[in-house]
């Protein structure tokens, strides 16, 4: 048995963790303009629309990944 790790496959980053970054930063962005142009937005509505695109973004990332991978 070998104990030597094979990190080759880990080199890139993983799809959700990029979704998850954008939600984040889309959020602190709705934020910041909502303080500086006094924007007022209904959150509800927001993480509703963000909920759906990052389960959408995170679908279509992990059909792309199996048939990609599928050829191997």
Request: zero cysteines; charged letters at 10%; hydrophobic letters at 55%.
């Amino acid at each position: 048995m070998s104990t030597e790790l094979n990190h080759d496959n880990d080199r890139r980053p993983r799809v959700g963790t990029i979704i998850w970054g954008l939600i984040a930063v889309v959020v602190g962005l709705l934020v910041v303009a909502g303080t500086w142009w006094n924007i007022s937005f209904n959150w509800a509505y927001v993480m509703i629309a963000l909920l759906i695109g990052s389960g959408i973004a995170l679908v279509v990332a992990g059909v792309l990944s199996a048939t990609r991978n599928r050829g191997r």
